[in-house]
């Protein structure tokens, strides 16, 4: 079993950065692919971002704003967010896989991913 605990959510006005973190435990911090995914009030959950080692995706709407990295001693994935935009207001979660599989073609799908964190919330002001 994997457990997963995001923090760095909060308000933040527009133009601004947030840095979110996801600790993972219950299991050897592989390669796996990890991301970050969010949902706003109303909305289904969407990708934001996806790391595999090296390999990185993006959704297009956070593209050049926002960066995934991995730190593989600290068993942390951190989602830097800069020039934020109040569109960008929702609960940020965290995910992982069981392995590889077929993330290279589903790795926006959210059913895709294994293990799910708690959730923490981004609120941008105008």
């Known amino acids: 079993q994997v457990q997963l605990v995001e923090s760095g959510g909060g308000l933040v006005q527009a133009g601004g950065s947030l840095r979110l973190s996801c600790v993972a435990s219950?299991?050897?911090?592989?390669?796996?692919?990890m991301g970050w995914f969010r949902q706003a009030p109303g909305k289904e959950r969407e990708f934001v971002a996806t790391?595999?080692?090296?390999?990185?995706y993006y959704a297009d709407s956070v593209k050049g704003r926002f960066t995934i990295s991995m730190d593989i001693a600290k068993k942390t994935v951190n989602l830097q967010m800069n020039s934020l935009k109040p569109e960008d207001t929702a609960v940020y979660y965290c995910?992982?896989?069981?392995?590889?599989?077929?993330?290279?073609?589903?790795?926006?799908?959210?059913?895709?991913?294994?293990?799910w964190g708690q959730g923490t919330q981004v609120t941008v002001s105008s």
């Open positions: 995910a992982a896989r069981n392995g590889v599989g077929t993330w290279y073609t589903d790795y926006g799908r959210a059913g895709s991913y294994d293990y």
């Open positions: 219950g299991r050897t911090f592989t390669s796996y692919p």
């Open positions: 790391i595999k080692l090296t390999r990185t």
